[in-house]
């Protein structure tokens, strides 16, 4: 599966909702990455987005229970890929930016260094 959007969010902490919302609100496509120990960040999110209406709910895309494990381009960001962490399923994102808010993706930040090499090499 792949996917287009504006902007990825990796979520670790409550101000990714709101960066979520607002990028939303200004009409772009939004993904937004919470790993598997956030379940009150996923919930306040749901909450946020049923508050906020149809026409922003739309604009945004939530991956729960994932973890980015590679960020690809030249000059920017051009792709992303996601791993679901329950299945393992890999998805590919077309971004032209990305953000990561507060201790995002601490339950699988071992990995880090590995996966950087095996993403580049």
Partial sequence: ???TVDLVIVAGD???ISAAIDAARRGM???VVIGSTRVPLMRRLRWALRAVGT?????????????V?????LDRVEAVIVRRIDTGRLIGANASAMHVFGAANE???V???KRDRECVG
């Fill in 55 to 67: 026409r922003v709910r739309r604009n945004v895309t939530v991956f729960a229970n994932a973890e």
């Fill in 111 to 113: 990995g880090t260094e």
């Fill in 14 to 16: 409550s101000s990714a």
């Fill in 69 to 73: 494990v590679c960020v690809d381009g």
């Fill in 107 to 109: 339950a699988s930040s």
């Fill in 1 to 3: 599966m792949s996917k």
């Fill in 29 to 31: 496509r939004v993904l």
